[in-house]
């Protein structure tokens, strides 16, 4: 595990974005932990995050890509603090777009904002699960004739996909991509061994990777 993924896990347990206890999935599994990137909610907080993908980013020479997009909601800050985070530290200045939920029918129209969209996209969002959001994003992303590089996300549950395989393994074969995580589910097992009093949270984790995880 690298520096900046120790940093980020520890970073996240201590502002309270990755939880552990019992929590309901969207998926109706009951998960010992929770990620939750929507408390990224102040300006420090989301430059810091914007910092953590950047580094991600930099880290993997697999991903070329010629602009950025973040499927809404979540997508939207993640899309905005990333490009703003690879032109200060990466000195990279990429275009971004992001889309609207309702197809606007006055003024510029349209169901994106940012820039067009174009090229190759490197598609980035919060969690991998199931991979069903990023499916609908890849659909949107060919329907104006451009093409998805690569996937950035925060956090990689490794869990089955549709087959038993994980999901991002899934998307890597079928799709020819890769997929980059600023850290998966391995990662946050190998810092919970290194932290005191956490045996129980451990194990329980252990179990949920054993039954769900590809």
Known sequence: MEKYQHEFIQYS????ILRFGDFT????????YFFNIGLFNNGTMLQQLGYYF??????????QFDMLFGPAYKGIPLVCTTAIALT??????YPYCFNRKEIKDHGEGGDLIGAELTGRVLLI???LTAGTALHSAKKLIESYNAEV???IIALDRQEKGSQQQSA???IEQN??????????LNDLLMYLQQQDGMNAVLEKIKAYRAAYCG
Do not use: F, M
Not at 13 to 16: I, P, S, T
Not at 25 to 32: A, E, T, V, W, Y
Not at 88 to 93: A, C, G, P, T
């Open 54 to 63: 950047a580094k991600a980013i930099q880290s993997t020479k697999s991903l």
């Open 25 to 32: 999935l969207k998926s109706g599994r009951q998960s010992p």
């Open 88 to 93: 200060e530290h990466n000195k990279k200045n």
């Open 125 to 127: 969002d919060d969690v």
């Open 175 to 184: 799709w020819q991509v890769p997929v980059v995580s600023i850290i998966q």
């Open 168 to 170: 991002r393994n899934e």
């Open 13 to 16: 347990h201590q502002k309270q």
């Open 149 to 151: 590089a690569g996937v």
